[in-house]
Every structure is written in structure tokens, then in C-alpha cells.
């Protein structure tokens, strides 16, 4: 909880702002937010999203680095009243991500004067939507003009199109975009072993990028994923190669032409994992699908996955698995060691919403 003002400190309008982003990565438009809830209220809390997720082009940044650029750019005092803290995304669960927040501020808000403390919800006016306001009805909304010309995207597509390309714009550009200590930051960044993952995987997206580039329509692709759960494990891949190459992700893989999703979600099984259960007793075993739609959910642009949920009876032994020659490396994990860093774009998500795991994780 941070420090209470001194009786000398100048009125503050609120008690508490508080100013919800991802900041991929913190540039001068989330400052000037910042700035301003720093002269209204006397405590401001930041909530940092996607705090867990696995590195990507879309979150490249994990939270401590993203805390310390945000540090970087203000003074003792200022960041004294600064509470900056990780928030868990939800992706197809509002009321968990509300909860989340709600639970957050509650713990961090100091009271006034022994009366309960009023706060805000401060943001950018185009991002500020009605609908992200809709979900905090019990907070005022409090509106900054935007800073025109600058885009996290943007930004990013810049600085992991190459690594020359990024260090001209680090050295040239970025002081338009970045504050200095984010782009001291985003230097170090560049000699690190995940910056040439990113580039590697951002040369993959201008290829998918250029191959669809005629199409009259952007394209809209659609997988099928295998939630397959048994005696407390799930049952997973380990990516061999761009994107995502180290991590976890569910069984799956692209619909054929003439294929049901359910056979395709099956086939995949069958020729990714090998799994040796009968597809009799894998239909039988079926307890749930649905459609996973979050816009950005994955790296290629607009995929739908249909996900199906397998809930195999328990046994002493776990079905065996066999190896595919030149495939992804497929285990039965413990449902205990799933981190949503540790696995590829939602398929944490996935998992969450037909098992109900919790959602409170540590502080990194």
C-alpha cells in the first residue's frame, strides 16, 4: 500500500486512478495518461495485462521488464504513488477478469480519512470504450486526449522486422514514440536470445502475410484443438519450431476440406500424438466443445479453433503415446505445472474454461 500524502500535498480530485494496458511496450501516450492520473489522484494503480503470457509479437515484453520501463520513467516521489502491478488476461470469461481487477484495487486502494475511497478508471479517450466502462459501472471514468501518432503495434512491427531495421529505429526514431529509458530497455532487448526468436517469427508472419496477399477477402482460418484429460494430466505438445518453438500447446491442427471439425479434431490425434485410446471410447468420452473466437488469439491473423473436451476415466496408467518421427514432441503434463507462460497463444485459456483452474498466480 503506498505511503499517505503529506498534510502540505495539494487536493487531489480522487483518492485513486486507475489505468488498465498492456503497454508492448510503454510508450508516450501511456505516459501522458499517467502523468495526468498522477496530478488527479493521489495513488494510481497501473494494471499490467497479459502478465503471464508466453512471449509473442503481440506481448513480447514480460511483466518485470515492462514494471521496469515504467519505473524508468518517473522520479522517486511520483513513483512512490505509483502502484504497478500484473494482471492475468481472461479470455473468454469477463466476470473472472473483472473479479481479478475488482479484487486488485479493493487490496491496493488506500481509504481517505476513514471513508472509502473514491476512484476512477482514467484512460486515453479513443481506447477508453463504452463497453470496457460498462464493466466497472462503480468507478467514475476519467477521459485523457490522446496522443496522436503513435501505435504499440506499430512499434513493435517496427522494431522485429529486422534487427537492423530495429536498431535504426531505436537510435533514429524511437525518442518520437519512447521514452529514453524504455529505449535503453528495448536495446538491451536486442542482443537477447527471445529478440531473434521474434524476428525469426515475424519473417513467418510477412511470408503467411505474403501468400494471402491476393486473396479478394482477408482470410479467416479454422482448427480444431484436443483437450484430452486423464487421472489429473493433460494432454500436450511441445513445438519443435517458429512460432512458439519451446512451448506447450494442445493437440491440433488445421480442418480438411470435406472433414467434420470432431473428425478432424480425432484425426490429429491419430497422426500427431499417436495416442492409443479407440476412437470409440474418445467419442464416448466427450464431455464438451466449443468455439475459442478472441480476435488475436493467434500469430497468422483471424483463426477460429474448435476445441473438444475429452474427460477419459481414470487409471493407474496414463495411454501410452508414440513418438511421430519429425512431428512435435507430445506428454501427459500434470495439470499442478501449467503456467499460461508455458503455453502457445490461448491454449491456457483453453484448458481454463472447460476445467475451471484458478486463475491467482504469484507475482513474477
Known amino acids: ?182 529505449v535503453e530497455e528495448v536495446q538491451t532487448f536486442f542482443v537477447a536470445e527471445p529478440y531473434r526468436q521474434l524476428v525469426e517469427e515475424q519473417q513467418l508472419l510477412d511470408q503467411y502475410r505474403d501468400a494471402w496477399s491476393q486473396a479478394p477477402y482477408p482470410p479467416i482460418f479454422v482448427t480444431v484443438n484436443a483437450v484430452v484429460v486423464q487421472s489429473g494430466h493433460v494432454l500436450l505438445v511441445k513445438r519443435t519450431a517458429a512460432p512458439g518453438k519451446g512451448l506447450h500447446a494442445l493437440p491440433g491442427g488445421f480442418i480438411n476440406p470435406h472433414e467434420r471439425l470432431l473428425d478432424a479434431c480425432l484425426r490429429e490425434l491419430r497422426e500427431r500424438v499417436r495416442l492409443k485410446v479407440p476412437e470409440p471410447v474418445l467419442k464416448g468420452s466427450l464431455r464438451g466443445q466449443r468455439l475459442f473466437d478472441e480476435p488475436h488469439r493467434s500469430w497468422r491473423g483471424r483463426t477460429l479453433a474448435e476445441a473438444f473436451y475429452f474427460a477419459l476415466r481414470p487409471e493407474q496408467q496414463l495411454p501410452r503415446l508414440k513418438p511421430v518421427k519429425g512431428g512435435d514432441h507430445a506428454r501427459w503434463v500434470p495439470l499442478a505445472d501449467l503456467e499460461p507462460d508455458g503455453l502457445f497463444e490461448d491454449h491456457f485459456f483453453i484448458i481454463q474454461n472447460f476445467l475451471g483452474l484458478p486463475a491467482d498466480f504469484s507475482e513474477p
Not at 141 to 165: K, N, W
Open 1 to 182: 500500500m503506498s505511503p499517505s500524502p503529506d498534510a502540505d500535498s495539494p487536493p487531489h480530485d480522487f483518492d485513486c486512478l486507475v489505468f488498465i494496458g498492456r503497454f508492448q511496450p510503454p510508450h508516450l501516450g501511456h505516459l501522458a495518461v499517467i502523468h495526468e492520473a498522477l496530478k488527479r489522484a493521489r495513488q494510481v494503480i497501473v494494471l499490467v495485462g497479459s502478465a503471464w503470457q508466453a512471449r509473442s509479437l503481440r506481448n513480447p515484453w514480460r511483466f518485470d521488464e515492462r514494471r521496469r520501463m515504467l519505473r524508468t520513467a518517473f522520479d522517486e516521489e511520483d513513483n512512490a504513488r505509483l502502484e504497478i502491478v500484473p494482471l492475468l488476461d481472461a479470455l473468454y470469461n469477463n466476470d473472472v477478469w473483472v473479479r481479478d481487477v475488482q479484487r486488485k484495487v479493493r487490496d491496493i486502494a488506500s481509504p481517505s480519512h476513514a471513508r472509502l475511497p473514491r476512484i476512477g478508471l482514467i484512460g486515453a479517450s479513443r481506447g477508453q470504450s463504452s463497453y470496457y466502462l460498462s464493466l466497472f459501472p462503480q468507478w467514475e471514468s476519467v477521459s485523457v486526449p490522446m496522443v496522436e501518432g503513435i501505435s504499440a503495434s506499430q512499434i513493435r512491427e517496427r522494431l522485429f522486422r529486422s534487427p537492423a531495421a530495429a536498431t535504426d529505429y531505436a537510435n533514429t526514431g524511437a525518442s518520437h514514440d519512447l521514452p529514453p529509458g524504455v
